[in-house]
């Protein structure tokens, strides 16, 4: 009953632009001009310069960062690689609470497989994860849900210290934090997972610390390099990419402003909406995140209006108070790293539709974008359930309710729905035989014959319906089948890998499960996957 595969175009919400990506249909090769495929990618290093001034300097700073965090030799012999010349392939994510959604596991599992996969031609690679500190959706990142021994939710969120819009990288735990995790540990029991939480996660630490250490603990024996955007010195490092972001502005706005009408065009979203007045960067003003608009030949922050020369001078003195937003921050990312590829998920695709074209103004040329792994992990008491009454995943997508009415009616007595199945038959064969004779008799009678049937049908399928639900209320057990599934495989109506933590599966699982995901990642299949534990 459960496939290994599921077609995204089964998923909900799954858009067109991401669908004919997948696909790689004539119509988004314009915004697209690498094919997403894992097998190209080696044949980029050609393309993508390595070894660089910069890329030395990017090495530097992430040996600081990463021995800060406790790195492994593995990581730290793949940043002495990647001085001294490797490339690389980069995924990043949210510094999500207790390490975020599991699909952030699953999209560093992709990373090292492709850096794997590019080794094996005969590329030298490291895997690089992007955490995305400079974010400052707090609310987004500060939650974490996990699942009790009886699969039912057991969501959490912390008190912080911070200013609003502030990005992540500067908020702190406040104080009742070490209680929360103490809770979240005590979900986890005496595991390996409980451990790294309680090693990361502390009052007075940033979400960037914290997801940082979790991260280098469990993905320790597998090298890989975690980047911290937030840093100063990488912030220095890329000073000249954003004084020239500034000094482009007009150009690189009307090329997204033209880019975004050829999506539109081509029956697609645009992922971010640009203005007239758009610039690139972000201000930092007083901690906390300002846009920076432009017009009339000058920019603004806030009520403060700067001249070019102006901004472009406070940018050099102090490029730590500068971010890149959605769209500059890839190629900010590949100004700092000698990149082969990207692996996000359908939204940052999208992204790269528009991007495209900055890489083409500010790199010269433009970075392979693949899908990372998309899976749902099942584990063997939710397997036994959906075997049990003959459900897959699919069945979830139509909401609680009638997932609760599919499994009390599979759970009806098999004559029961015998008996049903020999009504529906019977109704169809009794008006099959009045609707042929009423055709000789009148052929205008024939609809109202047909109409009739109908309403039969419905009072017969209606009928079944009670009677399952009188099951149901009959057979508490239902309901609470019902919950547990939906909890384990589609919580809050969303795909779990974006809903449960990570650590709860690494928690029950170990660390044989990064091996197990690494190994699924490889799979070439870009579909929908069904992982089963045990």
């Given amino acids: 009953?459960?496939?290994?595969?599921?077609?995204?175009?089964?998923?909900?919400?799954?858009?067109?632009?991401?669908?004919?990506?997948?696909?790689?249909?004539?119509?988004?090769?314009?915004?697209?001009?690498?094919?997403?495929?894992?097998?190209r990618v080696a044949a980029r290093a050609a393309v993508v310069p390595r070894g660089t001034k910069i890329h030395t300097q990017v090495a530097n700073a992430l040996e600081k960062q990463n021995r800060a965090w406790g790195a492994s030799e593995k990581t730290l012999e793949n940043i002495r690689r990647l001085r001294q010349g490797a490339h690389a392939v980069v995924t990043g994510q949210q510094v999500?609470?207790?390490?975020?959604?599991?699909?952030?596991?699953?999209?560093?599992?992709?990373?090292?497989?492709?850096?794997?996969?590019?080794?094996?031609?005969?590329?030298?690679?490291?895997?690089?994860?992007?955490?995305a500190t400079e974010d400052h959706d707090l609310a987004e990142v500060n939650q974490s849900l996990l699942l009790s021994a009886d699969f039912q939710l057991a969501p959490f969120s912390v008190e912080t210290e911070g200013?609003?819009?502030?990005?992540?990288?500067?908020?702190?735990?406040?104080?009742?934090?070490?209680?929360?995790?103490?809770?979240?540990?005590h979900i986890l029991g005496e595991t390996l997972a409980a451990e790294y939480l309680w090693d990361s996660y502390r009052v007075g630490e940033t979400f960037a610390g914290a997801y940082a250490r979790l991260y280098t603990r469990l993905f320790a024996e597998h090298g890989l390099v975690l980047l911290d955007p937030s840093d100063a010195e990488l912030h220095r490092i890329a000073t000249p990419l954003l004084v020239e972001a500034i000094e482009r502005a007009p150009e690189l706005d009307e090329a997204l402003l033209a880019r975004n009408r050829e999506i539109t065009h081509a029956?697609?979203?645009?992922?971010?909406?640009?203005?007239?007045?758009?610039?690139?960067?972000?201000?930092?003003?007083?901690?906390?995140?300002?846009?920076?608009?432009?017009?009339n030949g000058?920019?603004?922050?806030?009520?403060?209006?700067l001249t070019?020369?102006?901004?472009?001078?406070?940018?050099?003195?102090?490029?730590?108070?500068?971010?890149?937003?959605?769209?500059?921050?890839?190629?900010?990312?590949?100004?700092?790293?000698?990149?082969?590829?990207?692996?996000?998920g359908p939204a940052e695709i999208a992204y790269f539709a528009q991007v495209g074209v900055l890489y083409e103004k500010l790199l010269g040329r433009v970075t392979t974008v693949l899908p990372r792994m998309s899976a749902t992990l099942l584990e063997p008491k939710i397997e036994k359930l959906l075997d049990k009454y003959e459900l897959n995943l699919q069945d979830l997508f139509h909401g609680e309710t009638q997932l609760r009415d599919e499994l009390a009616v599979r759970s009806l007595p098999q004559e029961l729905k015998l008996d049903f199945e020999r009504g529906r038959?019977?109704?169809?064969?009794?008006?099959?035989?009045?609707?042929?004779?009423l055709h000789k008799l009148d052929s205008t009678l024939v609809e109202a014959a047909r109409n009739a049937a109908n309403k039969m049908r419905y009072q017969v399928g209606r009928l079944e319906k009670r009677a399952s639900q009188a099951e149901l209320r009959r057979e508490e057990i239902l309901a609470r089948h019902a919950e547990m599934i939906e909890n384990a495989l589609y919580p809050k109506k969303t795909l779990q890998e974006r809903e449960i933590a990570g650590l709860?599966?690494?928690?029950?699982?170990?660390?044989?499960?990064?091996?197990?995901?690494?190994?699924?990642?490889?799979?070439?299949?870009?579909e929908h996957k069904i992982v089963r534990l045990g």
């Fill in 504 to 526: 709860y599966f690494f928690a029950k699982y170990g660390v044989a499960l990064i091996d197990r995901l690494i190994e699924t990642a490889q799979n070439p299949c870009p």
């Fill in 96 to 131: 999500g609470l207790f390490g975020g959604p599991v699909l952030a596991l699953f999209k560093a599992a992709s990373v090292l497989a492709l850096a794997k996969q590019v080794e094996s031609a005969g590329v030298d690679c490291v895997p690089v994860f992007w955490m």
């Fill in 163 to 185: 200013k609003t819009d502030s990005p992540v990288a500067n908020v702190r735990f406040a104080q009742g934090t070490n209680e929360v995790v103490a809770k979240a540990a």
């Fill in 298 to 305: 000058q920019f603004s922050i806030r009520k403060e209006r």
């Fill in 425 to 437: 038959l019977a109704v169809d064969e009794a008006m099959q035989r009045i609707s042929d004779s």
């Fill in 308 to 344: 070019p020369d102006e901004l472009k001078r406070r940018i050099e003195e102090h490029p730590e108070k500068f971010n890149a937003n959605v769209l500059l921050r890839p190629v900010l990312q590949d100004y700092w790293l000698p990149t082969l590829a990207y692996i996000g």
């Fill in 267 to 295: 029956g697609y979203h645009e992922q971010v909406k640009i203005t007239a007045e758009s610039t690139p960067l972000f201000a930092l003003v007083d901690g906390a995140r300002a846009v920076i608009h432009r017009a």
């Fill in 1 to 39: 009953m459960i496939p290994d595969c599921i077609p995204f175009s089964a998923i909900p919400h799954t858009t067109r632009l991401f669908s004919d990506f997948l696909s790689y249909s004539s119509d988004v090769r314009k915004f697209y001009p690498n094919p997403p495929d894992p097998a």
